[in-house]
């Protein structure tokens, strides 16, 4: 059972995270309309736009992905999920995180690798 102060640090991580993923996806979308119209009514561009807009999106489908698993609000077809006794369920949604728990060890390794030559 959680105690009181588990409850409240988890709802002002939630807040957090919720915070942080509106801001984000707040500033992709000025920034993508500020280029737009810098593009077409100004006949400029903004050079660090798309590049700024692409980085912020790659934050928001990470930050976006690890608030979903953990609010249960990724889609999934649930036919089988249905289908099985609830101790199935669970080991199914276990080898569900694991899954994305390995890919996301992958994707900080493939990153590492490509950045590690940068840095030095």
């Not at 280029?35 to 928001?60: D, G, K, M, P, Q």
């Not at 930050?63 to 698993?69: F, N, V």
């Amino acid at each position: 059972m959680k105690t009181q102060a588990q409850g409240g640090l988890a709802r002002a991580i939630d807040a957090i995270e919720e915070s942080f993923i509106a801001i984000i996806l707040g500033l992709m979308t000025v920034i993508t309309f500020a280029n737009v119209i810098a593009r077409y009514i100004f006949n400029s561009n903004i050079l660090w736009a798309l590049e700024t807009t692409v980085f912020l999106f790659a934050w928001l489908v990470l930050i976006g992905a690890s608030y979903c698993i953990k609010a249960k609000a990724h889609l999934g077809v649930d036919a089988v999920i249905n289908m099985v006794s609830a101790p199935a369920r669970r080991a199914l949604a276990i080898i569900s995180v694991l899954c994305c728990l390995v890919f996301s060890v992958l994707l900080l390794i493939g990153a590492w690798e490509y950045w590690w030559p940068f840095a030095t």
